[in-house]
């Protein structure tokens, strides 16, 4: 049997386990749990033994159509809750969910004029974007204010009248 999936056997495999073993000795059993649980020892014509859907192991199907998948009522709700889970995973991973419009989004960033389509969140997001200067900058720009004055244009420097033999 698969095993590999750390789960334990349910009712209905340990049960046709049991009746596989019934009236064996110890050390039979020893010897042919391997291959009974590779499932090499099942009637190949038994229509019946099946291997359950979730717990993996074999067991007897007695349901009058011979339709279960699983061993057990137990291992049926198992099942159902992982293939929930898996096809869940499955859907959101296929159709993920429309990422929620944020204000940064109105943003239009793609215009050759780049502005806002909401002033409301220019005013609560833009701000985050453009910066005010550094203080270093704004250092500067004082600095040149006072020597040229206010502008974008520098003034000529005031040229004074000086000498150079007069204090
Ligand atoms: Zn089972």
Redesign the pocket.
Known sequence: MGMDNGRD??E??VEYTLEFFKGKGRAEIERLLAPFHNGELNDPNDKRVKR?D??D?Y?RDDSLRNNRR???AD?KTSQKTLQTRIRRAEKAFLNPKPKKETKSDLYLWWLEYPCWANEQAMIEVGWRYERPMTLQKMDYIQAKESLYGKGNSKKKAEIIDYDGDKL
């Open positions: 056997p349910g209905g495999a359950c979730y717990c192991y067991f699983t061993c057990c291992c």
